[in-house]
């Protein structure tokens, strides 16, 4: 398999913009093995220019998200990526196994209450409630109200990474400010604690630094992984021979991982090239955008690991990656064994298709009829 060297025109309408778009997964790992080369300072800008207006409303709220462990590399990054780290190591993770377990039994039981009157959205009744709680409980700060953080989340997601015209791109920068506004909040109350946004301020990273990390770190601890989980949910229940073995006790490993090198919620991810490279054969030219697709390129009998590119790799490979496969795997098995004849009910749902981003909006199911 060989690199793709076409572009891929992220906007058709107003403002095509083109990446070089690299498919083959050993060249994927590649592009983040040399960071010297493909460097991460768009990974988070805006796919398309926002309008003056736009730019206005955030400017007023000093709206500013310096580099720092996504957009950042260097020294100053691998700092920072320690200090983050040491609130998601594997012990940490594996500690907090129950607790998912306890969280998914209790939405389960709220789920049984509502699912003999008709049809259920697990994306909603499940799927959205454990992953901010974990989140909350391992990095120390609270977080808010879970409809707020969930729009606040997918508006920001919108914003940067999706197509919005100049009229929603006002609204969706007005809840970018909202949630910027609570961040800061909540960096400037941290100051001497030992949350994970404490530690940062007591590490000497300034109030816009931490804002600007926790902004994306707030957004992938938990509406990312509840994307994962959606998708896990609805092709799981595609396959009904597969949701009996997982109600009789199954691992839900193996196919969670499928999911990932297939049909990640991050499923692509973006590069710039800072000076004249190749990459697969293809010539480069400095400040050409490169779009590495994370999953649904692995051949028949990749490696099991193939899978874990769905989280990046090397310098940049998410600190929650373990996190959230066990939360997806858990609630996946949970829900399977206490809603074994559960199949899926209506029609098919309608998706999130951002640049980098993509999940089912419902997961609508049903008890099967007797």
């Known amino acids: 398999m060989t690199t793709d060297a076409a572009t891929i025109t992220t906007d058709a309408s107003t403002h095509p913009r083109k990446y070089h778009v690299v498919r083959d997964p050993g060249e994927v790992r590649e592009a983040f093995r040399r960071v010297d080369e493909f460097e991460p300072t768009n990974a988070l800008t805006s796919v398309i220019p926002l309008s003056v207006a736009t730019l206005r409303v955030l400017s007023r709220a000093r709206f500013t998200l310096p580099p720092v462990l996504a957009s950042a590399t260097g020294d100053r990054h691998r700092t920072v990526r320690k200090m983050v780290a040491a609130f998601f190591t594997p012990a940490k993770v594996a500690a907090v196994g129950p607790r998912v ?27 959205r409630h454990i992953p901010p709680v974990i989140m909350q409980e391992l990095t120390g700060f609270d977080c808010p109200d879970l409809m707020l953080l969930k729009r606040w989340s997918r508006d920001s997601l919108e914003l940067f990474w999706g197509w919005p015209d100049e009229e929603r791109q006002l609204e969706l920068a007005t809840s970018a400010v909202e949630f910027y506004a609570w961040l800061r909040e909540t960096v400037t109350a941290s100051k001497g ?20 990390l926790g902004y994306f770190l707030v957004i992938a601890g938990q509406e990312t992984t509840a994307q994962l989980i959606n998708i896990a949910f609805y092709r799981a229940l595609q396959n009904r021979a597969l949701w009996h073995e997982l109600s009789q006790g199954a691992s839900a490993s193996a196919f969670v991982r499928g999911v990932l090198a297939s049909e990640s919620s991050v499923h692509t991810w ?62 996946l098995e949970e829900t399977a064994r206490a809603f074994p004849t559960l199949v899926l009910a209506g029609r098919d749902p309608e998706w999130i298709r951002l640049l980098s981003f993509q999940t089912p909006t419902t997961v609508m199911a049903a008890l099967e009829p007797t």
Do not use: M, W
Not at 110 to 125: M, Q
Not at 193 to 212: K, M, P, Q
């Open 193 to 212: 604690d030992d949350s994970l946004f404490g530690v940062l301020n007591a590490a000497g990273l300034s109030t816009a630094e931490i804002c600007s």
């Open 270 to 331: 973006r590069r710039v090239v800072a000076t004249d490279s190749t990459l697969g054969g293809v010539d480069l030219p400095a400040g050409a955008e490169v779009l590495l697709e994370l999953s649904g390129h692995h051949p028949a009998g990749a490696a099991p690991t193939a899978y874990s590119l769905a989280f990046g790799h090397g310098l940049h490979r998410c600190l929650g990656a373990k996190l959230a496969e066990l939360e997806t795997i858990t609630v």
């Open 101 to 127: 377990t306890e969280l998914t039994r209790q939405r389960c039981e709220t789920a049984a209450a509502t699912l003999g009157s008709g049809p259920i959205d697990l994306a909603d009744i499940i799927g």
